[in-house]
C-alpha cells in the first residue's frame, strides 16, 4: 500500500471530477532513464468511458469502474477514487484498482493480477513491474512537483490549479537524445510530441522561475538544427529531419529574459554568434522584395497558410499573396531581437556590432511606421507591396510593434484605444486574434478570432514598455495580465486542463472551439490542444510576475 501520508498530502491537491486530455508520460526531469522520443508510453486522461487511452506508440483503453468524483493527475501518476496509477519507466503504467482494458493494439502488452494492471510497451514490455514497489514509484515521480516552492507557497484556491500547471510543465520535458544534445520541450506530448522554435523561448520564460539550467537548456536545445548559415528550423526531433522553414524569431528574447534572472556573461558570449547567425539568416531571406521589411513564407496549404507565422490559418494569409506580403508581426520581432542584440553586443565589447543592430532596429522601425501603419484603421496592417495596398484585416498581430518600441506616443495611444473598444479588440476576454469589428474574417478556429496567451504576453510587455511616458499604458498591460490568469484558471477548474487557445467572447468553451476547420474529438489535430505548453508556462510568468 502506498504511503498514505504522501498519499493524503497528494490529494488535496486533486480538482472535482473527471476530466478529458490529461496528458501522462515520463518527464527528462527525472534523468535516471534515457530519452525514448519514439518508444515511451503516452496516455490520456478520457470521459466517455472514464478511464485513460493509451495514445503513443499503440493505442489502448483503460476503464474504470465508476467515474471518479474528484482526482489528482500529474504528467506520470494519478490518484482517483478506487483508483492509483503511476509511470513505473517510460515504458510502462501501473495501476492499481478496478479497471477494465479494452482494444490493446499489437504494440502494446498487459499483465494482470492481485488488483493490479500493468500495461506497456510491446518492445520493452516487462511484466514482473506488476509486482513492484507501487509506492516507491509514486514517491519518486510526486518528489519533484513537491518540493517546488511555488507549489507550497499558493494559495489555497490557487493549490490545484498551480499543481497542474508543474504537472503539465514536467510532462513536456525530455532529456538529450540523438540530434538534440541538450534537454528539450515539447508544446504537448501528444500529438505534437516534437520541439517547436517559439514555443521554446516561450517555455524557456517560464521555467525560469523553477529551474535556470534547465530553461537555459530550452533555448539551446533549439540551436542543435541551426544551419551553418544560420537559419533555425520551426520544428526539430531527435530522430527526423528538421523542417524546412523556420518561426518567429524571439530567441534573442528569451536568452535575454532568462539571463536577467541570473546574468552569465559567459552564456551570452557563447550564443550571440548563433542568435545574431539567425536574425542574419531572416534579414537576408525573407525580404523578397527588397524593401527592407520581412515577410513570411506562404505555403499552398489552406489549413496552414503559413505554419512559418506561427499564426496558421490566420485570414491575413487567405488571399493569393505573393510572398511580398509586408507584415507587422514579422517586423516586430525582427527589430526586437536586433534592439536585444545591440545590447548584448555592447556588453560583450563589440562596439561597432552593437552600432549595426541598433541602426537595424530604428530602419525596421521607420519601415514599420511608415508602410505598415494605416491611418484609415488606426492601426497596423500587413501591406502587400505588389499590389500597393494594405490588408484589410485588423489581427493582434497589429499590436506587436509596441514591443519593438515603434509607435510613437500618439500612435500608441492610439492602439490603446482599440484594446478599450469591444467593437475592435476589447472582447469578454482580450486580446482576439481578429477584431470584432472585423466579421468578414472572424470565426472561432484558432487565429481567425479566439484568444492566445501567448500574444496576450507579448502584447503587455510590449505596452510596459510605453509605462514610463503614461500610467494607461502600464495599466492597460496589469488588465491583460489578469484577464489572461483569470480565464486560464477559470478554464483550468473546469476542465482540469491548459488549452491552446480561448474564446475571446466567452461564448464557447475551449473543447468546443474550431481547428482548422472543424472540432473533431476524434482527431487530435483537429480540436484544441489540452495540456498546452505555453499556455501552462506563460501563466506560471505571469503568477511570478504578479507574486514577485
Known sequence: ????????????????????GQLLGFSGVESAYPADHEGAIILRTMTEPAGLAVVFPGAARLVFAAVPVKAVVSNDFLLADGVMGVLADPYHLLIEGDVRVESVSDLLRVATGNGRTLIGTAARFDPELLT???????????????????????SDERKGIIFRALAVMKGQVSGPEAA?????????????????LWDSVFHAIGWRHLDLPLARAMIEAVFDGQRPNGFVPHQMSPTRRPSGYTQPP??????????DIAPDPDWIARLYPKLAAAVEWDLNNRDHDGDGLMEWFIEGDPTSRSGESG???????????PTALAVTDFNAYIAHECEILAGFAQDLGHAAESMLWGGRHASLCHRINTSLWSDAYGFYCDYD???AERSPVLASAGFLPLLCGAPSIDRAKTLLTHLKNPESFGTAFPVPSIAASDHAHYSKDMWRGPTWI????????????????????????????????????RCAAEFGTFFEYYDDRRAVEPP????????????????VIHDYGWTTTLYLDLIARAHP
Not at 538534440?180 to 517547436?196: E, I, N, V
Not at 499564426?311 to 499573396?321: L, Q
Not at 468546443?512 to 480540436?527: E, M, S, T, Y
Request: net charge neutral; proline share 6%.
Open 1 to 20: 500500500m502506498a504511503d498514505v501520508s504522501r498519499v493524503d498530502r497528494l490529494r488535496a491537491y486533486g480538482q472535482d471530477g473527471w476530466h478529458r
Open 311 to 321: 499564426m496558421d490559418n490566420s485570414p491575413r494569409f487567405d488571399f493569393n499573396y
Open 132 to 154: 513492484s514497489d507501487l509506492p516507491a514509484h509514486l514517491a519518486k515521480r510526486a518528489a519533484w512537483i513537491e518540493q517546488q516552492p511555488l507549489l507550497a507557497a499558493a
Open 180 to 196: 538534440l544534445t541538450q534537454a528539450w520541450t515539447t508544446p504537448d506530448r501528444f500529438p505534437h510530441k516534437d520541439m517547436w
Open 512 to 527: 468546443l472551439l474550431l481547428r482548422k476547420g472543424i472540432c473533431d474529438p476524434n482527431n487530435p489535430f483537429r480540436q
Open 454 to 489: 501567448n500574444i496576450n504576453w507579448l502584447i503587455a510587455r510590449g505596452l510596459e514598455r510605453y509605462a514610463p511616458y503614461d500610467g494607461a499604458f502600464g495599466d492597460a498591460a496589469a488588465e491583460i495580465d489578469r484577464a489572461t490568469i483569470a480565464e486560464i484558471e
Open 385 to 387: 507591396s505588389a499590389a
Open 250 to 259: 524571439v530567441l534573442a528574447l528569451g536568452v535575454k529574459l532568462v539571463n
